[in-house]
C-alpha cells in the first residue's frame, strides 16, 4: 500500500490525512488553541485500514510539524493522549 501523507491548513484548524481513490481513509484534525499551540482533537482510521500503522504515521507528521513551526501540542484525542504517555519522543512539543 503506497499512500501518502497529505495535509490542509488554514488559519484557524487542520488536518493531516491519507486518502485512497479521492476518500480520506486516515485522518488527524487540529485546531490552534492558542498562539503557539494546536490541539489534536480527532484521530480516525476507517476499519479496513486499522492496524496498518497510520495512527502513528499521522501523529508523527503532525508532531514534525509543530517541531518546524515552533508549535505546543496539547492532546484533546484519546489516541493521542495514549501515545504521548507511552513515549517519550513527543516529549519535547506536548504540553
Known sequence: MDLQIKHKENTTNG???FEKEH???AEM?????EK???SINHTEV???FKGRGLGIKLLDE????ARKNNL?????CPFVEVQFERSDK?????I
Do not use: Q
Open 29 to 33: 484534525e487540529y485546531a490552534y488553541s
Open 72 to 76: 505546543k501540542i496539547t492532546a484533546l
Open 90 to 94: 513527543y516529549n519535547d512539543v506536548k
Open 46 to 48: 476507517k476499519p479496513a
Open 23 to 25: 476518500k480520506i481513509v
Open 15 to 17: 488536518i493531516f490525512y
Open 62 to 65: 503532525t508532531v514534525n510539524f
Open 36 to 38: 503557539n499551540v494546536i
